[in-house]
């Protein structure tokens, strides 16, 4: 049977994609947010996961106002890097795993979460920084990716609460597939961050600090954090951080079996471009 | 009974939500089709003849041409969908977001270089520095 064996966490700041596509990481500014990923890029390659099942958010490239599914989970056999306005990254296209993706997506629906099913989406930078922190610059992906895109554009966003029980029922799917497949599940998006209004440019590194413990020690809890919390603390941006919920929620210590999992990797820095990128890798224990 | 809109009171603060998306449909679409290269060339040579194009309010393409974008968000415009045409201008989103803020360029990535803007004081509208 497929397992998850463990879970990424990861701001996508579009400026770190940038930074990385013009070969800027050595300058002094974007150095240090480079560092914090050195251990996971050796680790992920020791791992070496069959799938990546990747929450992230669209920033209205393959979604426009015409279409805004709350949940939405790619099953094509690949899919193509979005021209954001600026030409698209130079990053390889992502092969998906449609076999996975439409047993999930068939499991998921009959526990009650309503998916939009997706078989052509362009992927923008939510989901290829990730890839990019992570893996370098590959002439390929390491392996197939499933997007699981999430609305957070348009408010309201899915509860923490909702995206916490959908990793519980993401992880049920997962566990019931034949293949006997080794597959990560990682949330993006956050730390704060606001993008918007003469409040741009707010970050709350104790929002962020306590966020990160808890969502370790009790993701139960934070589960029930309001929208407006994350508004008011983490800025209008900083609520992508629901995200993180859907993976933490899929981890074997909050379905009945397990300890907490192990904190392998733990970083945060400001800032990139706008934003507090913060960084974990748990390992189910 | 109305809806719960807990997030007024926030300062500097618009949450896009179903009445700011409905305001700004077509100013937002129009952003959108900036993602097309020859979009993007021909809203450059010819702003208004472009945005003439489009359903929006006299007020929305002003605050285009403008490039006030706390004007373009106060009717309707969503900041990811605002960013096609800071992109058609060769604007960082650095760029976009401080413009906003009434800081300079410079100021503003100063303030971000040395942790960003301190929530203190800013969680309510009216609330002292």
Not at chain 1, 50 to 74: C, Q, R
Not at chain 1, 240 to 261: H, S
Request: proline share 6%.
């Amino acid at each position: 049977m497929a397992r998850i064996s463990a879970s990424v966490y990861t701001s996508h700041v579009p400026a770190v994609g940038a930074a990385l596509d013009l070969g800027k990481t050595a300058e002094p500014y974007w150095q240090p947010v480079f560092q914090g990923y050195d251990f996971s890029k050796k680790w992920l390659k020791e791992q070496k996961p069959d799938v990546i099942f990747l929450v992230y958010n669209d920033h209205a490239n393959a979604f426009s106002l015409d279409l805004i599914p709350t949940f939405a989970i790619g099953t094509a056999a690949e899919f193509a890097v979005a021209d954001e306005g600026w030409g698209p990254r130079p990053v390889p296209k992502v092969i998906g795993h449609p076999q996975l993706a439409g047993h999930i997506a068939q499991s998921v629906i009959q526990d009650d979460f309503d998916l939009t099913i997706v078989n052509k989406m362009d992927v923008d930078h939510g989901l290829t920084v990730p890839l990019s922190v992570m893996c370098g610059q590959p002439q390929a992906w390491p392996c197939p990716v499933i997007p699981f895109a999430v609305n957070v554009v348009q408010y309201p966003a899915p509860s923490g609460r909702r995206c916490y029980m959908l990793g519980k029922a993401i992880r049920k799917a997962i566990e019931s597939y034949d293949e006997p497949l080794n597959v990560q599940i990682w949330g993006t998006g956050g730390m704060s961050h606001q993008l918007q209004g003469p409040r741009a440019g707010l970050i709350n590194r104790e929002f962020d600090t306590d966020f990160l413990d808890r969502l370790i020690a009790d993701p139960e809890g934070l589960s029930k954090m309001p929208h407006i919390d994350y508004v008011r603390e983490a800025g209008s941006e900083g609520i992508e951080l629901v995200m993180w919920l859907i993976a933490r929620g899929a981890m074997n210590d909050v379905n009945g079996g397990g300890n907490k999992p192990k904190v392998l990797h733990r970083f945060y820095h400001v800032p990139a471009s706008n934003t507090a990128v913060g960084h974990l890798i748990l390992e189910n224990n | 009974m109305s809806l719960d809109k807990p997030y007024t009171d926030v300062p500097g603060t618009t949450i896009f939500d179903a009445e700011m998306s409905r305001q700004g449909y077509h100013l937002n679409q129009f952003c959108m089709s900036l993602m097309k290269a020859e979009n993007r060339a021909r809203f450059k040579a010819n702003e208004r003849a472009y945005l003439d194009e489009w359903p929006m309010t006299e007020e929305q393409k002003l605050a285009v041409m403008a490039r006030d974008l706390n004007r373009c968000i106060a009717l309707g415009g969503n900041i990811y969908f605002l960013a096609k045409i800071g992109a058609t201008d060769g604007k960082s989103f650095q760029q976009m977001a401080g413009s906003m803020t009434g800081m300079s360029e410079e100021d503003y990535r100063n303030m971000m270089v040395k942790g960003g803007r301190s929530v203190e004081g800013n969680r309510f509208t009216g609330e002292k520095k």
